[in-house]
């Protein structure tokens, strides 16, 4: 059974950086293109960068230019660089996987969540 967990999340000052984790369990890395989602307190699930297993990227307009995402096979890892963090970021960030293929920011196009790590900034 894959599982994926993320690390990483914490409290931050807006303009700060931070780095999210995402590693997986059940399968290597490399079979996998993974996303990352993140939800705040009475919004939708929204799509925020992207990483397919051929190394291509896309990003949510909301973090385009501030967030980065890169994967290590070798770790079996995906990793999330945030920097410039605004208190409109603070949610509660997943990564997902098993993607079904489709639009990467649409939620239902993938089969496996992590459980979340929450991320807080503020001023």
């Known amino acids: 059974q894959v599982r994926l967990v993320e690390y990483g999340g914490g409290s931050v000052q807006v303009g700060g950086s931070l780095t999210l984790s995402c590693t997986i369990s059940?399968?290597?890395?490399?079979?996998?293109?993974i996303a990352w989602f993140r939800q705040a307190p009475g919004k939708e699930r929204e799509g925020v960068a992207f990483?397919?297993?051929?190394?291509?990227?896309a990003y949510g307009d909301c973090v385009q230019g501030r967030f980065s995402v890169s994967r290590d096979n070798a770790k079996n890892t995906i990793s999330l660089q945030m920097n410039s963090l605004k208190s409109e970021d603070s949610a509660i960030y997943f990564c997902?996987?098993?993607?079904?293929?489709?639009?990467?920011?649409?939620?239902?196009?993938?089969?496996?969540w992590g459980q979340g790590t929450q991320v807080t900034v503020s001023s």
């Open positions: 997902a996987g098993g993607w079904r293929r489709g639009r990467w920011s649409r939620p239902d196009n993938f089969n496996n």
């Open positions: 059940g399968d290597t890395i490399n079979n996998h293109s």
């Open positions: 990483i397919s297993f051929h190394y291509n990227r």
